[in-house]
Structure formats: structure tokens, C-alpha cells
């Protein structure tokens, strides 16, 4: 498996790529296999575009459901910022069967959001908005009896854009340890997932709708065209502090996608329909990133280089001994944007060797918590296996702690601020833990090589996080970013892009340094195609 | 009072008791414990919100003692015994000690740590953990004289899934002041702007 000081490098992290062990493929290949049926029971929609709709989700054992409401919002006041107050569409992701009454009940909540609560029947809360631009161009032309531009769905992707999707416990909803349990909820945010894909199917329906509204003669949009769109997403910084606050977590997400990688490279010999699949992904994966716009000059720069070198990649041989372990070695040379599409699209044809990976990508054990009697010496070593030279940076110059995290009042969002720009010491979240683990290992000179860390914990209850989180990294190898997240020019969307990956996402757009568009499902299927269609390979058109 | 998920009343904990002063680690473990107890039917709350407005109290000075002396912190006693407890016997006797409630979680994680089960008693009241299951008899006080030793039983309390903070409120308020003010410039850049075309 490739070493943690290779992966956990958040310039690796900001080149992740969707594999088959995202979550939303995860969830995709289960509906399929185990038969899921979608029913929309619900459509109370006007001509204005404001009402409700119901979706329920029959599963062997249980129902899911999605609440959506329509709203007029006034294009003044959209905004994708988590401080807004009102958006095009709110939806809320109900445990059973959604009855009337659950819909009266969230119809006064849900459009409040964060304002407003939901309830232990809730599992998701969440809400989307238009692309203005292609909304008002797919309505007019389908009422037209027309059919929208392709280049124009291509170029935008998507119909309507979540800003948040919020579970385990937010606002009210039922904690993930009340379902955990259920096989369908056994991977990581299977019930978010879920709650996406409805919305999406939902969004189409809105166009229809609206797009009757305005003529009777509208036509419905054409099945491909569909299924092309994805739902959008805006993810800013209220993503970012996840990547550290869940170190167990996290290491369970890559040890699954390094232990894949590693599965695959022993394979001594590729049959010919795995050649078959991985020539065709690729090949995908060129056209997909041909299509790939970015505005962000330095993810320009790397897709350009991408495109290069998928060209140049997919002229080796993969019939050989080991092919991929050797195409993998060979892809080394390559920019770290190949590197990681070539790591994904290996694992393509081997779903036999590596799904079985994707359910124990959670964390279900109990919180960790500190082994008093580890002594001094064998938490230095732990401490320096882990961080090794970054220990001895000059911590006390400027630019390693030029970035201070913090929250705002507003909406309790996740901010970074410049430290010596704006006097926020006082409210810095400890999200810096490679700065925490350096104050550790000096702290611990002062204490005897066989004191147990208890003593440690016991005089300096400022070390008790670092002391723990070096234990947690000694025992799971992914645990810990190996950069500095204080450091002056450090991207949070390198953050954000790795979580996003495991999730799906595809068309990573950054708008700045700490926030990013993206698009989930775009050419998964429909609730009428989950049983024929493609459930699985349908990221790779 | 509001009906809150185990989850959202694990991060209000961890800001109130980081807004009332103590290291983030200590927030972090405080949180843990609140929601221990939330998930047996306890209401931490009303306990933490007496317990960080009071006047402070301190840690053992040997962790190893048979007997700890007080005006005792449940938090930095807490964590000193579960810290050090494969390393001392499990008989301690904690004088003064502040909100005994609060110690339970930090029992239990003793418990775990040994093996064993342990029993809290303090002013009329029994409580007995090992390290999974409690059982509890009794109230919080606002200082007592308590004293941990091995062995007890009692019924479980029932597992919950939903907490019932009495406390809230006071909580949040503490909670708020690990929230910087929000200006102009801080607004700006920190997330997705606003394209009216898109």
C-alpha cells in the first residue's frame, strides 16, 4: 500500500478522482442489486413553481422519503452562502413512508433550514437553487416543444445546485448511530446520498412541470439530456474542518481505496474483459477531461497536463505481468492529477476484488480515547513517525501560522482568516494539528522517558488533543494530514476535493482557494432506468 | 424543552466548556461524557452550566493517592482517573468534589480501561458503571464527598437516542463566545459568492 506520507499530502488530496468506492456508486449499486423501487406520491405544485412534492423509496426492508418544496424566490435574493435565508427548493429525507401530515408538519421547518428544526423521523435536511442561467433556457425551450441546447447543459451540468446536506443529528435529525445499523446505511453518508439523488429526479420533474405551465404543448426533456445533468454543489469552508476532525474516519476512507490499489496490483495477469473495461474507462476519462472547464488557472494548468497524459497513458501495454502494478509505477512520472485518475481507473474492472471494501469505510467504534499509561518515549516516537521533519520547522515563523481558523457568529460558518490581518487568536479553532503536534513533542522533553502520558495529560491539559491525536495516528496509519494546515497558501480546496471524491463528485470547478462547484450524478440513472441501466459505471459516459 | 440529537448537544458541550475557558482537549472529552450520559437517559445540562458559571475548583496533586483533596473539578478529576487508572487501584476516596454526576463518564472509561465494575457513591446517591452499561440512584450535587470501589450493580439505565437538556440555553451562551463577531472582511471570501448569472 503506498506510504501515508505519499497520500495524506493535501497537494494529493486536491487531485483526488472518484473511484467505484464512492459513496453515491455505492448506493447506486445497491438499489440495483437489491431491487429499489421510486414513487412520486405526492405532486402539489402550482403554476408558479411553488408547492410540494413526495418521493418514496421502497427497499427490501424499509421505505425512504423525500419532502421537497418548491418556493418563488425572488433572483435578488439567491445566494449560495451558508448565511442565506431562502432558496429556490427545500427538501428534508423522512425514515418511513412521508404522509400528508409529515408533510404539514416540515412544510412550516424545512424552508427555514437552519432556523428551523427537524425531527428524529428526519434523516437529512437539505436545499438547492437554480443555475439561473440554464433553468430559464431549458423551460423556454421545452415549452417551445423543443429540446435544450446540448452544449449548454454540457457546459453548466447541472439544473439546480445544493448549497448544504445536512445529517447525523444536525438541526434535529436522527444521529447516524440510530441507523447505522441497516445494511443500506452501513457505508458513509448513504442517507446524503440518497437525499441528492432524489432531488435530482425531483429537479426534472420542477423543469417539466414548469415548463408545461407555461405552454400545454411543452414536451418532457429527452432521456439522455437528462440523464447528463447532475445536482450541482457549492462547497466552501464548512466542509474543510471535517478532514481533521475525523481522523479515525478519514483513515478508514483511504486504507479502503490504498487496500483496493494494492488488491489490484497483484493481479499477475488482466483477462482480456478486464482490458477491455479499463481501455474503455479510459478513454472516458479523456473525453471527460476534454469537457472539463475550469476557471481556476492552476487546476487549468493540471487538467491541461491531464489530458496530456491520459494521451500518453493510454498508449501502454496492459498485457503484461503485474499490468498495473506496472502501469502504476510507470504513471509515477506522470502529474499527480493522472497518478490519481490512473489509481481510480485500475480498480474499474475488479468490483469482484475490491467492493467488498466500500461498507467498512465507516467508523463505528467507540470514541478514542487517551492510554494514560503510554510512556513519554514511545509517544515521541509516535509523535516523530508521524510528522517526522515538519516537527522541526520554524514554528515561530510567521508564514507557518500565517492562516488562523475560526467561526463565525454568522450562522456558525467556518471562516479563515490571514492571523496578522484580523485579531481572531481568541476564538482560533484547533485545527492545526501538525503546529500542535510540534508543541507536543517539545513539551515532552520535559518529562522522563518512562513517565506514562498520563503525567503528560495531567500538567498540561492544553497537550491532552495532541496526545490523543498522535495515538489515533500511531494506530491508523491515514489518520493525519502530513502538511501544514496553518501554512500561508495552503488550499482549502485540496480538502474539500478529497472529501468531495469519495462522496463521487465529478467536474471540480474552483471559484477561489476555499470554495468549489461540483457535480454529483451527473449520467447516473433514474428511478425508472436504476433497474436496467448502468448503476454502476455510469460516471464513465 | 427541545427534543435535540445526541450529536448537537455533543458540539454544543464541546463549545460551552471551551467557551467558558478550558483547552480544547478538556471540551472535547467533556463532550464525549455529555453524551455518554444523554445516550443512558442523563441529562447532563443543568450540571455542566452550574458546574462551568462556578467557582473553580482544582485537580488531584497525586493522581496515585487512595484519597484525592478537594474544592475537586469532575472534568480534571475525570480525566486524571481514567488517565491513570490501569496505573493506581481502583479505590479512591474524592474529596469536595464538584457536580459528581459529571464524573461518571470518566468512571466508565475507568471501568473499560480496567476491566472492572466500578461504584460512584456520594451523598445518598449510587452510581455503578462498567464502563458500557449504568445504573444510577439519586442526584447531582453541587459538592460532596464521593468515593470510587470496584464491584456494584444495578439495574441499566435504558439506552436513549434523544437528549432533553434542561440546560440549553446556558450552554449556548457559553458556546457563543467561541464565535468570532462576524465584520465585513470576515464575510467576504469565506465561501461561495454570488454570481447572478449562474
Excluded at chain 1, 499530502?9 to 483526488?16: N, T, W
Excluded at chain 1, 483477462?271 to 473525453?287: G, I, N
Excluded at chain 1, 522522563?448 to 503528560?456: G, M, Y
Aim: aromatic share 6%; proline share 7%.
Amino acid at each position: 500500500m503506498r506510504a501515508p506520507g505519499t497520500v495524506m499530502r493535501l497537494d494529493r488530496m486536491g487531485a483526488s478522482h472518484q473511484t467505484r468506492l464512492s459513496f453515491m456508486r455505492q448506493l447506486t449499486r445497491r438499489m440495483q442489486a437489491e431491487g429499489w423501487t421510486t414513487e412520486r406520491t405526492a405532486w402539489a405544485v402550482d403554476g408558479a413553481g411553488v408547492g410540494h412534492a413526495v418521493y418514496v423509496v421502497r427497499t427490501p426492508r424499509r421505505a425512504y422519503s423525500l419532502v421537497a418544496f418548491a418556493h418563488d424566490l425572488p433572483p435578488a435574493s439567491r445566494s449560495d452562502r451558508v448565511i442565506a435565508e431562502a432558496w429556490d427548493a427545500t427538501f428534508a429525507l423522512v425514515d418511513g413512508v412521508a404522509t400528508a401530515r409529515d408533510v404539514a408538519r416540515l412544510s412550516g421547518d424545512v424552508p427555514k433550514q437552519e432556523a428551523g428544526r427537524v425531527t428524529a423521523r428526519e434523516l437529512c435536511l437539505s436545499r438547492a437553487n437554480r443555475s439561473a442561467r440554464l433553468w430559464d433556457h431549458v423551460v423556454g425551450r421545452l415549452a417551445a416543444g423543443a429540446q435544450p441546447d446540448a452544449d449548454r447543459l454540457a457546459e453548466v451540468g447541472y439544473l439546480m445546485r445544493t448549497t448544504a446536506v445536512y445529517g447525523s443529528g444536525k438541526f434535529g435529525a436522527a444521529d447516524r448511530a440510530a441507523y447505522d445499523d441497516r445494511p443500506e446505511m452501513a457505508a458513509p453518508f448513504q442517507a446524503e446520498m440518497l437525499t441528492v439523488w432524489l432531488i435530482r429526479t425531483f429537479v426534472r420533474d420542477l423543469v417539466e412541470h414548469m415548463a408545461r405551465a407555461r405552454s400545454p404543448g411543452a414536451v418532457p426533456l429527452d432521456p439522455d439530456l437528462a440523464r447528463g445533468l447532475g445536482i450541482g454543489n457549492s462547497t466552501g469552508l464548512g466542509m474543510a474542518p471535517f478532514l481533521m476532525n475525523h481522523p479515525r474516519l478519514i483513515h478508514r476512507w483511504i486504507a479502503a481505496r490504498e487496500t483496493a490499489l494494492a488488491r489490484v496490483r497483484a493481479v499477475e495477469r488482466a483477462t482480456p474483459e478486464a482490458r477491455d473495461v479499463f481501455a474503455a474507462r479510459l478513454a472516458s476519462a479523456r473525453r471527460n477531461a476534454e469537457g472539463w472547464r475550469v476557471a481556476d488557472p492552476v487546476l487549468a494548468a493540471a487538467v491541461a497536463g491531464l489530458r496530456a497524459d491520459l494521451a500518453a497513458a493510454a498508449g501502454w501495454g496492459t498485457d503484461g505481468p503485474f499490468p498495473w502494478a506496472a502501469l502504476l509505477e510507470r504513471a509515477g512520472a506522470l502529474g499527480l492529477e493522472a497518478q490519481e485518475a490512473l489509481a481510480a481507473l485500475v480498480l474499474e474492472p475488479y468490483g469482484d476484488l475490491v467492493d467488498d471494501l466500500g461498507p467498512g469505510m465507516a467508523d463505528v467504534a467507540a470514541p478514542a480515547r487517551l492510554d494514560g499509561t503510554m510512556t513519554v518515549a514511545a509517544m515521541r516516537a509516535a509523535v516523530e513517525a508521524v510528522h517526522g521533519a515538519a516537527l522541526r520547522a520554524d514554528w515561530s515563523d510567521p508564514a507557518e501560522t500565517a492562516r488562523l481558523w475560526y467561526v463565525s457568529a454568522e450562522k456558525a460558518e467556518p471562516r479563515l482568516a490571514e492571523r496578522a490581518d484580523e485579531p481572531l487568536e481568541a476564538w482560533e479553532q484547533p485545527l492545526g494539528p501538525q503546529r500542535d503536534a510540534a508543541a507536543l513533542r517539545a513539551a515532552l522533553d520535559g518529562f522522563a522517558d518512562c513517565a506514562p502520558v498520563a503525567e503528560v495529560a495531567l500538567a498540561r491539559p492544553d497537550l491532552r488533543a495532541a496526545l490523543l491525536r498522535a495515538q489515533v495516528a500511531a494506530a491508523h496509519a491515514y489518520a493525519e494530514i502530513r502538511d501544514n494546515t496553518l501554512a500561508g497558501g495552503m488550499r482549502p480546496i485540496d480538502l474539500l476535493r478529497a472529501k468531495l471524491s469519495f462522496f463521487g463528485a465529478t467536474r471540480f470547478d474552483p471559484r477561489s482557494d476555499r470554495w468549489l462547484r461540483i457535480c454529483l450524478y451527473a449520467g447516473a440513472p433514474y428511478p425508472d432506468e436504476i433497474a436496467a441501466g448502468d448503476a454502476d459505471a455510469w460516471v464513465y459516459p | 424543552m427541545t427534543d435535540r440529537s445526541l450529536g448537537e448537544l455533543q458540539a454544543l458541550v464541546r463549545a460551552a466548556v471551551r467557551g467558558a475557558g478550558r483547552d480544547w482537549g478538556t471540551a472535547a472529552e467533556a463532550a464525549r461524557g455529555a453524551r455518554w450520559l444523554a445516550a443512558r437517559g442523563v441529562d447532563p445540562t443543568p450540571s455542566l452550566a452550574a458546574l462551568l458559571s462556578g467557582p473553580p475548583a482544582g485537580r488531584p496533586t497525586d493522581p496515585r493517592a487512595p484519597a484525592w483533596d478537594g474544592p475537586l473539578d469532575p472534568l480534571r478529576a475525570g480525566l486524571a482517573l481514567a488517565d491513570f487508572a490501569p496505573l493506581r487501584a481502583p479505590r479512591l476516596s474524592l474529596r469536595g468534589l464538584r457536580h459528581p454526576l459529571l464524573l461518571l463518564p470518566f468512571v466508565a472509561d475507568a471501568a473499560a480501561a480496567t476491566g472492572l465494575t466500578l461504584t460512584l457513591t456520594w451523598a445518598g446517591a449510587t452510581a455503578a458503571t462498567d464502563g458500557d452499561a449504568l445504573s444510577l440512584a439519586g442526584d447531582d450535587a453541587d459538592e460532596a464527598d464521593a468515593a470510587l470501589a470496584p464491584g456494584g450493580c444495578g439495574p441499566a439505565r435504558p439506552a436513549a437516542a434523544r437528549a432533553r437538556p434542561a440546560a440549553w440555553d446556558a450552554l449556548a451562551a457559553l458556546a457563543a463566545l467561541t464565535h468570532a463577531p462576524a465584520t465585513a472582511a470576515s464575510r467576504r471570501g469565506a465561501g461561495a459568492d454570488d454570481d447572478p448569472l449562474e
